[in-house]
Structures are given as C-alpha cells and as structure tokens.
C-alpha cells in the first residue's frame, strides 16, 4: 500500500477539479493511468477510474447539495437512463483492443475541446417551449432564482449514450453531459454540473458494480482507494470554488483538460 501513497494527492487534484467542472474527473484520471500503467488492461484501468469517479461525485454532490444547486427531479430521471447504458458499457470494455481504446478516448477528448472552444457561452435560453417540455424553477442557497426548460425525451436519450460512453471508456462522462445539459437543454452552468455529479454517482456505482461481478476491479482495489481517499476532500474543495468562478471559466476550463489529455493520448498511440 505505501507503494501506491502517491496517487492519494493525485486523487485530489482530479476529485478537485472534476467537481469544479462537474465531469467526475474520470477524463483526467484515466489518460493518467493509461500512461503510468502501459502494459495493465483497459478493462482493469476503466474500473479503478469508474470507482474513483463515483466517490468523487457523492462527495461532489453532498457539497453541491448544501449550495441547491442539485435539479434532484431531473437528475432522477437521467439517472435512470444511464444505468442501463453503464451496465452494457462495463461488459463490453473487455473487448476493446489497447491500441484501439486509446486512440478511441483521445479523438473523443479532442473532439470534445474543441466544441467547447467554439461554443464556451452559457444558455441563451428561449421565450416559448413546447407543452412537454419540463420546466423548472430553482433556488440555490445564496436566493438566485433560475428558471429554464428541456425536452425530456432529449435529456433520457443523451443520458443512456452518456452511461455506455463513460462507463466503456472509465470517464465517468461528465465530459458529455455537462456539455449537452447546458448547450442542448438551457441548463445553467452551475446547476449542470452539479446535477450531472449526482447523475454520475448513480452511474458510476452501476458500472464499478458490474467490474466487480466480473472480477476487473480486484486487480486494481488497492491503487483504488488511495485515489479514492484524496478525491473525496478534492470534490470538497472543487465545490467551494465552482461558487467563485463563473459559468463560461468553467466551460473554458473544461476544454482545456480535454484538449491537453486528449493530444497526450494521442500522441503516445
């Protein structure tokens, strides 16, 4: 265990800044373990950085919880649809070639940079939605109101491509829905990345469940939780300073990481 000592303030710096940007740090974390441990599975990779992301984001969301930043209705409803992806996602990380994975989870990082660098504004919002969309109000611990509305449908269909992607690549994947609740269904910045931490949590804990089942995790279990000890107080602090930074920084921030890890892995294919 002394051996693994290290990872614990890796553990911080990626539950920090993952909660920051509500991406469960997952995106950060698994480029690093593809690098440091070139010749372990991604099968075995995937599980330990899934573990991690679920500790990261309940203890993102206890801390996103005492600001009301949480749409606990809507996060219910997406987390319901990503647990089936999660499931079918963990089961097929076994039969993605090494090679073929990095460079799956690179083009997917770049990619990902590269829209938010095009688009890193807020919602626009609009004056009229169509009668099924929801709609919502909400009042965070400071007294701001915010109100915004969504299809639905859209956020259900986004949240089960969100559960097979990060639970196939271990990214937790909130580098998809943070992204797609904000652009695609009006969420505030803050609130989006807090509601998609308490969507991770759940499927995230689906997915790590399934590597359990299938005996991936056990390799990993040690490296694991020193990881896990340090991303528990950095979703603390990446909490506390979502609240001092604004929403566009978060979203700039968030291209950043995924342009930088994504070119790394890239490159070392």
């Known amino acids: 265990m002394m051996h693994f000592l290290w990872l614990v303030p890796l553990g911080f710096v990626v539950g920090a800044y993952g909660t920051l940007i509500g991406a469960g740090g997952g995106f950060v974390l698994m480029p690093i373990l593809l690098l440091v ?8 990779l995937a599980s330990m950085s899934l573990a991690v992301v679920f500790f990261n984001a309940a203890s993102g969301t206890l801390a996103y919880g005492r600001m009301k930043r949480v749409d606990y209705k809507s996060g219910a409803l997406f987390s319901a649809a990503t647990v089936p992806g999660a499931v079918v996602g ?6 993605i070639p090494r090679h073929t994975f990095d460079m799956l989870l690179g083009g997917l990082l770049v990619c990902g940079s590269a829209f938010l660098i095009w688009h890193p504004t ?10 099924h969309f929801i709609r919502q109000r909400l009042v965070d611990a400071d007294g701001n109101v915010h109100e915004f509305a969504y299809n639905p449908y859209l956020g259900v269909c986004i949240s089960f491509v969100v559960g097979f992607i990060s639970s196939l ?3 937790g994947g909130g580098i998809v829905h943070v992204p797609a609740l904000v652009h695609l269904m009006d969420f505030p910045v803050h609130f989006a990345t807090a509601t998609s931490h308490f969507v991770l949590a759940g499927m995230s804990l689906s997915g790590t469940v399934v590597h359990l089942a299938t005996g991936a995790f056990a390799v990993g279990a040690r490296r694991t939780l020193c990881l896990a000890a340090g991303a528990l107080v950095g979703a603390q602090l990446g909490a506390r300073l979502s609240a001092r930074i604004h929403g566009v920084w978060i979203i700039r921030g968030l291209a950043i990481a995924l342009g930088l890890v994504g070119i790394r892995l890239l490159i070392a294919v």
């Open 37 to 44: 441990y070139p010749k372990e599975s991604p099968n075995v």
């Open 90 to 95: 963990a089961l097929a990380t076994g039969w």
């Open 122 to 131: 807020e919602t626009h919002g609009r004056a009229h939605h169509p009668k």
């Open 169 to 171: 690549l271990g990214i």
